[in-house]
C-alpha cells in the first residue's frame, strides 16, 4: 500500500501517519440549526421583598435553589476582614433543630447537597437534591438563612480551619499572586482586604450574629429555583420556610474611590525554589451596564480566552513556554478589571512577560485581522446551546444579570450585540480598556533567578509570600566566612527538651570538648523512638570544618553520614531516608573556604559576635543533600523567652536559604547560650532546660 | 472480564430509586467493518451534542523507559492532520461555539468534541481526519514535549502534596511484576526527553486503530443523519493490527509501604493512605466504592466527623477510588487529609487508621449504606443532564464492563450491596499489610 505519508513528506515535510485520503478535505458547513430564543423563566416578588426567579424543566426529577444577598466580603469592618466568609460557612454549621452533623446527615441522606458561602460582593446559601426532596432542601436553605446557631464549638473549628487554609494559601502560588494583584490594583478599597490570622482571631461570635441580623434580610435578596418545580410550588415552599422572615438589610459602607495608575509596575513575590513562574498583568476596566462591554468581550477573545486566541497560540504553541496563557474580564460591582496570566518555566520568565505586554499592546494598536474577527464572534454567539443546557445553567445566568444589575434583557439581546461589534468597536475598547503602559503585574517566582530580567520590563519591587518588603541582597546573598571566634565555645554541656505541640516528646544533649585539633562538638537526640541520632562534628581551631561521624535512626531505617573536609575537597558517604527508600549517596566535591557543613550550625552560634543587626550569609553543605546552598542567619527581633529557670532575653535569629528553615534564640547576654529552636513549619519546639 | 449486564438486567429493572425511576439511557451499539464500535444515544432536550472517542490505551500500554507517553501522544492528537492544520482542531470546534479537550489515564485515552447539534459533522470529521492521518512532525513533538513539560511542573513540580498524588500512589504497584500499573500517567521528565517522532507512530499504528477505539455521539442528533455522517468519515480507515495485551500479576497484601514525603512546597503537614482494590467488573468494587463515601465523601462521612470536626485534626478529609479513572487492573483507593496547624503527621495517621480499622471491626449502619446508595443514584441522575458526562458514563461501561447498556443495568450492583459486603470488602482490602501511607512534611527552606 503507498501510504499518504509519503506523499505528504515530499510535498510539505509533513510526515503523516495514515491512511486512504478523506474524501472531504475541508470542515463541512454547518448544518441548519433554528435559533432558539432565551429559555423562559417566571418571576415574583414575595411579600417579604424577596424577588423569586423559577427556571422550570421536568426532564429530569432534580431540583437547584440558590439565595443570594449583597453580603459579600468588601462590607467587612477593618480588623475584622474574613467576616463574611465565616460568617457563609457557619451557617449550614448548626440552624434550626439540627446540629451541624444532622445538617448534613438530612441532605446527604437524600443524595444532595447544602452550601453556603460569601464571595467579594454576595453571600449565597444553595442547595441541590432530587425533586422529591424538595421540602427538605428549602427548608435546610430557609433555616440557614434565617434561623442559624453559631454554636460556639462550631465557630471554634471554622476558626482553626480558616487559619489553617490561610497557611495553606501561602504554599499556593496562585493563591498568593492573586493576593498580591488585589493589593496592587485595589489599593485602599475594600476589595483589597482579606482575612488574615489576626482578622480570623478578632471575630467573635457577636461579630457573626450581628452580621446575620443586619445582612442576611428578606428585601433585595433574590431567590432563584431550577429544575422539576413550577412558580406556585416554589411559592408554597418559600413561604413556608421564610415565615416570619422580614425586614431590609442595613446600608452598605459608602463606595470608597479607586486607585488610579500611571505606569506599568511589577511586584516580584519571591518563591525560593520554584520551577515555574506565575505571571499576572492587569488593569481596571469598567462598572456592570457599560456599553463597551460587547466589544471588550470580543477583544478579550482575541487575546486571551481559549486556545484559539493569540496568547495560547503565541506563547504555548509557538515559544513552548507554557501549558496555558489566558485573559479574562472580571466583573465587580465597582469596577471590572482585565487580567491575562500565564505560568511558564522559570528561565524564559522575562521573555513571556515581555511577549504578553507585546500582545497586549498590539490588540490596541493595530485592527483585528477581519478572520480573527469573525473568530471570536462566532465563538461567543456559538457557544449559546452549550450556556443553557440545563436549568442550572439557566438559573446562573439570570442570577449574574439581576446581581450585576445588567439590564432586563441582557440575555435575550446578547447574541445580537456581540454580532453587531466591528472591528474598529474592538480596537478602540482595547485601547481603552487594555492599558499594557499602565498596569499592575505580579510575578511569583525564585527572584534570585528572575529578578534581572524583570527590570528591563518595568521598576520591580520585591517581597515575600506575605508581601512584606524584601532588599534585593536577601534575593541572592553572596556568601562570606562566618566570622566564629572558636574561643568563645567552652568545653560545656546542655540539655534540651523536644517538644511537639507543648508536649515533650524527645530530648537532645550537646556537648563542646577540647580536642588537640580544635574543638568537637557533639549532639545526641532521641524523639519518641522516631528518630535516633548521634553526631560529632570536629572543627579546627581557625573555625574550619575536619569531619562529621552520624549515626542513628529516622522511622527504623538507618541513617549515618561520614565526612571528611581537606584540601577543599569533602569527601565521604551519607545515607539517608529519602521518598524512594534508604539512599546511599557517595560524596567527593569541592567546597569554598569558609563552609560550614549543615550539622556544625547549632554548635557554633553560641561563638558568634551578636548584636540586635546581625546578619550573616555563608556556604552550608549537607552531607545528607550532596548540595552546597548559602544560608542566611538574620536578627529580626529582641524578646524574652521563658525557660524552666526564668525568662532571658535572646535575639530571635531566622535562618533561610537551606533545606530546613528554624528559628533560633540566642542570649543577648555574653557568653551567648542558645535556649530555644522551633523547626520552621513544624510544631516542633526544642527549648534549653540544663 | 465477567459479564454482569445480563444478570442484573434480568434481577431489576426498572430501577426505582426511593420512589423515583431511574431515567432510562437510551443506548445502540453497532459496529463499522473496519471494527470502530459506534454507540448512539439521542436526547433532544438540549441543542448539544457530543463526540466522544475513547481509545483503549493509556500508560499501562507504556514500555519502559516511555513513561508518560500516552500523554505526551494525546498532545499530538491536535498538532494536526492530512485537512487539520496545527492549532486547527481548536480554532475549528471553539469557532463553532464548541468545547473541546482530551485526557489520558492508566486504561484509556478520551477525546471529545461538546457542540452546538448543527456542528456534529464538524466533531466527527475532525475526529475521522486525526484517526486516519495524524501529521508527526519533530517540531510539534518538540513543541508538545516541552508544554507537556510544563503541565507537569504546574501540577506536580511547583505545587505543594500533588507530589503524592499523581506520582506517590504508583509506588503500591510491584513494577517488575506490575509495570503497567506501577508507573504514572504524568511519566518522568527523562523518558518524556527521550521519546521520538518514531515512537509516536509506532504509538498510533498500534492503538489508535479504529478496531481499538469507541465512538459515542450523545444529544440532539437525528440517528439516520449521524450513522451516514460516520459511515462517510470513518468508513474507509482501514483496520489495524491487534493491540498486545497487557499483563499484570495482581496481589494484594503484600505488606505495608512506608514513604516519609518531604515537600519542600508544602507549609503543613499531610496524610495520604492508599490501598490495592479490586478492578471494576469486580463483585467486590461496588462495595469498594460505597465503602469510600460512608469513609470520606461529604460532610456527613466519618473522616470529615472524626478527625476533621470531632478532633479538630485536620482541614479537610476525603477518600476516593482510582484518582485519574477506573481500571481494568489493580485499582487504587486513596484516602487523605491535610493537616490543621500544630497537628503532625503522625497524629493524623493514628486517626484515619483507626477510623478505616473500624470498617472491619464494627462495620457501618445500614443508614449509612443507604445514605452511599442515594447519593451514587442521585449522582447517576445529575451525570444525565450534560451530554458530555452522559457520554463518558457510556464508555466507562463499554470499556470496563464489556456491554454498553451497562450503563442502565451496572447501578443495580450497588443497590445489592449489603452492610456485611461492606464488612467483608473492608477486612479483605483496607488493612495495613495492603497500604501505602505517604506522611508530608513540610521541607521548605523558605
Request: glycine share 8%.
Amino acid at each position: 500500500m503507498i501510504r499518504r505519508a509519503v506523499l505528504l513528506a515530499l510535498l510539505a515535510s509533513v510526515a503523516t501517519v495514515g491512511h486512504p485520503v478523506m474524501a472531504q478535505t475541508h470542515a463541512p458547513d454547518p448544518l441548519p440549526l433554528t435559533p432558539a430564543a432565551f429559555p423562559p423563566f417566571r418571576e415574583t416578588v414575595l411579600p417579604n421583598g424577596t424577588r423569586l426567579i423559577v427556571v422550570e424543566n421536568h426532564r429530569l426529577p432534580v431540583l437547584s435553589i440558590s439565595l443570594s444577598f449583597s453580603a459579600g466580603r468588601v462590607a467587612d469592618p477593618a480588623g475584622k476582614e474574613g467576616l463574611a466568609e465565616m460568617a457563609g460557612g457557619l451557617l449550614t454549621k448548626g440552624a434550626g433543630r439540627r446540629s451541624a452533623n444532622q445538617v448534613a446527615e438530612a441532605i446527604e441522606r437524600v443524595g444532595g447537597a447544602v452550601n453556603a458561602g460569601a464571595g467579594t460582593e454576595f453571600l449565597t446559601v444553595s442547595a441541590g437534591s432530587l425533586s422529591k426532596d424538595a421540602a427538605l432542601a428549602f427548608e435546610l436553605v430557609g433555616d440557614a438563612v434565617v434561623r442559624p446557631s453559631f454554636d460556639s464549638t462550631e465557630i471554634g473549628l471554622m476558626r482553626t480551619q480558616t487559619l489553617s487554609s490561610l497557611d495553606l494559601e501561602r504554599s499556593q502560588p496562585g493563591s498568593i499572586a492573586n493576593r498580591i494583584l488585589d493589593g496592587m490594583l485595589f489599593g485602599n478599597h475594600p476589595y483589597a482586604r482579606h482575612a488574615t490570622p489576626a482578622s480570623v482571631k478578632a471575630i467573635s461570635r457577636a461579630d457573626l450574629i450581628a452580621f446575620q441580623k443586619a445582612r442576611l434580610k428578606p428585601a433585595g435578596a433574590l431567590l432563584v429555583v431550577a429544575g422539576d418545580m413550577s412558580l406556585a410550588q416554589a411559592t408554597t415552599l418559600a413561604t413556608k420556610v421564610f415565615r416570619g422572615w422580614t425586614g431590609a438589610p442595613a446600608p452598605l459602607p459608602p463606595p470608597r474611590a479607586l486607585p488610579t495608575r500611571a505606569g506599568t509596575d511589577i511586584v516580584l513575590v519571591h518563591r525560593p525554589g520554584s520551577v515555574q513562574s506565575n505571571i499576572l498583568a492587569a488593569n481596571l476596566t469598567y462598572r456592570p451596564g457599560d456599553p463597551r462591554h460587547y466589544a471588550a468581550v470580543v477583544a478579550n477573545r482575541v487575546i486571551g480566552d481559549g486556545a484559539d486566541s493569540r496568547l495560547f497560540k503565541i506563547l504555548r504553541e509557538q515559544k513552548s513556554w507554557t501549558y496555558g496563557a489566558y485573559s479574562a474580564l472580571e466583573r465587580r460591582r465597582a469596577t471590572g478589571h482585565f487580567v491575562a496570566s500565564t505560568e511558564v518555566r522559570t528561565e524564559v520568565t522575562d521573555s513571556a512577560l515581555a511577549e504578553m505586554l507585546r500582545q497586549l499592546r498590539r490588540i490596541g494598536a493595530e485592527p483585528v485581522l477581519a478572520e480573527e474577527l469573525a473568530a471570536a464572534k462566532s465563538a461567543i454567539t456559538g457557544s449559546y446551546p452549550l450556556n443553557v443546557q440545563t436549568a442550572e445553567q439557566v438559573a446562573g445566568a439570570v442570577t449574574n444579570v439581576r446581581l450585576y444589575g445588567l439590564g432586563r434583557d441582557y440575555l435575550q439581546t446578547y447574541r445580537v450585540k456581540i454580532g453587531a461589534v466591528t472591528g474598529a468597536d474592538v480596537q478602540a475598547a482595547a485601547r481603552a480598556l487594555i492599558r499594557p503602559d499602565a498596569m499592575a503585574i505580579v510575578v511569583v517566582g525564585d527572584g534570585a533567578k528572575i529578578l534581572e530580567g524583570l527590570k528591563k520590563i518595568g521598576p520591580v519591587s520585591v517581597v515575600d509570600v506575605d508581601g512584606k518588603p524584601l532588599a534585593e541582597s536577601d534575593l541572592n546573598p553572596a556568601p562570606q566566612s562566618l566570622p566564629v571566634a572558636l574561643g568563645q565555645l567552652v568545653a560545656s554541656r546542655d540539655s534540651f527538651v523536644i517538644k511537639i505541640q507543648g508536649n515533650q516528646l524527645g530530648w537532645s544533649a550537646t556537648t563542646v570538648e577540647d580536642i588537640p585539633e580544635g574543638k568537637r562538638l557533639t549532639e545526641h537526640t532521641n524523639i519518641g523512638g522516631f528518630v535516633e541520632q548521634q553526631t560529632i562534628v570536629d572543627i579546627a581551631a581557625d573555625g574550619a570544618m575536619l569531619k562529621v561521624r552520624q549515626t542513628g535512626k529516622t522511622q527504623g531505617q538507618p541513617t549515618a553520614i561520614e565526612l571528611d573536609y581537606a584540601a577543599g575537597r569533602v569527601k565521604g558517604k551519607a545515607n539517608t531516608v529519602t521518598q524512594d527508600g534508604p539512599k546511599t549517596l557517595t560524596i567527593d566535591t569541592t567546597v569554598t573556604t569558609g563552609t560550614i557543613d549543615d550539622n556544625a550550625i547549632q554548635g557554633l552560634l553560641p561563638a558568634l559576635p551578636w548584636n540586635p543587626n546581625a546578619t550573616w550569609s555563608f556556604t552550608t553543605f549537607s552531607g545528607g543533600q550532596n548540595e552546597a546552598k548559602v544560608t542566611t542567619l538574620k536578627v529580626v527581633a529582641t524578646e524574652a523567652v521563658t525557660l524552666p529557670g526564668g525568662p532571658v532575653d535572646a535575639f530571635k535569629v531566622e535562618m533561610s536559604g537551606g533545606w530546613q528553615g528554624a528559628t533560633f534564640w540566642v542570649t543577648t547576654a555574653s557568653p551567648h547560650r542558645l535556649v530555644k529552636i522551633a523547626i520552621a513549619n513544624t510544631p516542633v519546639e526544642i527549648i534549653r532546660v540544663k | 472480564m465477567r459479564r454482569f449486564a445480563a444478570l442484573t438486567a434480568a434481577l431489576l429493572w426498572p430501577l426505582v430509586v426511593a420512589g423515583q425511576v431511574l431515567p432510562r439511557i437510551p443506548v445502540e451499539t453497532y459496529r463499522l467493518d473496519n471494527g470502530l464500535q459506534v454507540i448512539l444515544s439521542p436526547d433532544h432536550s438540549s441543542q448539544v451534542v457530543t463526540v466522544n472517542i475513547w481509545f483503549n490505551a493509556g500508560s499501562r500500554n507504556e514500555v519502559r523507559g516511555r513513561t508518560g507517553f500516552a500523554h505526551l501522544f494525546e498532545h499530538m492528537m491536535f498538532q494536526g492532520s492530512a485537512n487539520v492544520k496545527k492549532g486547527d482542531h481548536f480554532a475549528l470546534v471553539e469557532r463553532a461555539g464548541g468545547q473541546t479537550n482530551a485526557s489520558t489515564a492508566e486504561d484509556r485515552t478520551n477525546y471529545f468534541e461538546m457542540l452546538p447539534s448543527n456542528r456534529l459533522n464538524l466533531g466527527l470529521w475532525l475526529e475521522a481526519d486525526r484517526m486516519r492521518s495524524l501529521a508527526v512532525t519533530d517540531s510539534a513533538l518538540a513543541n508538545q514535549r516541552e508544554a507537556v513539560k510544563e503541565e507537569r511542573r504546574l501540577r506536580v513540580d511547583n505545587q505543594p502534596y500533588t507530589a503524592a498524588f499523581f506520582e506517590g500512589i504508583y509506588a503500591l504497584q510491584d513494577s517488575t511484576t506490575c509495570f503497567p500499573y506501577a508507573h504514572s500517567v504524568i511519566g518522568s521528565m527523562a523518558d518524556l526527553n527521550a521519546a521520538g517522532t518514531g515512537d509516536v507512530k509506532a504509538f498510533f499504528d498500534l492503538y489508535y486503530a479504529p478496531n481499538n477505539a469507541t465512538l459515542v455521539i450523545a444529544g440532539d442528533f437525528d440517528r439516520g443523519q449521524a450513522k451516514a455522517m460516520v459511515t462517510e468519515y470513518f468508513g474507509t480507515i482501514p483496520r489495524g493490527s491487534e493491540a498486545p495485551a497487557v499483563t499484570c500479576d495482581v496481589r494484594f497484601g503484600t505488606g505495608q509501604i512506608r514513604k516519609p514525603w518531604p515537600d519542600q512546597k508544602a507549609t503543613l503537614p499531610g496524610v495520604f493512605i492508599a490501598y490495592r482494590v479490586p478492578q471494576y467488573a469486580d463483585p467486590d468494587y461496588p462495595a469498594v466504592v460505597l465503602l469510600a463515601s460512608i469513609l470520606g465523601q461529604g460532610e456527613s462521612s466519618r473522616l470529615n466527623k472524626s478527625v476533621v470536626r470531632e478532633k479538630k485534626l485536620a482541614q479537610a478529609a476525603f477518600a476516593f477510588l482510582n484518582p485519574s479513572a477506573p481500571r481494568r487492573g489493580p485499582g487504587v483507593f486513596l484516602a487523605g487529609t491535610i493537616a490543621n496547624q500544630n497537628v503532625t503527621a503522625e497524629t493524623i495517621e493514628t486517626a484515619v487508621m483507626a477510623q478505616i480499622a473500624s470498617l472491619a471491626k464494627d462495620g457501618v449502619t445500614p443508614d449509612e449504606l443507604d445514605k452511599a446508595k442515594n447519593g451514587y443514584l442521585a449522582n447517576k441522575i445529575q451525570q444525565q443532564q450534560i451530554s458530555y458526562f452522559l457520554a463518558e458514563a457510556i464508555q466507562e461501561a463499554t470499556l470496563f464492563l464489556g456491554d454498553p447498556n451497562g450503563v442502565n443495568t451496572d447501578p443495580a450492583r450497588y443497590l445489592a450491596v449489603t452492610v456485611d459486603d461492606i464488612r467483608r470488602v473492608a477486612a479483605r482490602y483496607f488493612v495495613p499489610d495492603n497500604s501505602l501511607v505517604m506522611l508530608v512534611t513540610p521541607a521548605g527552606a523558605r
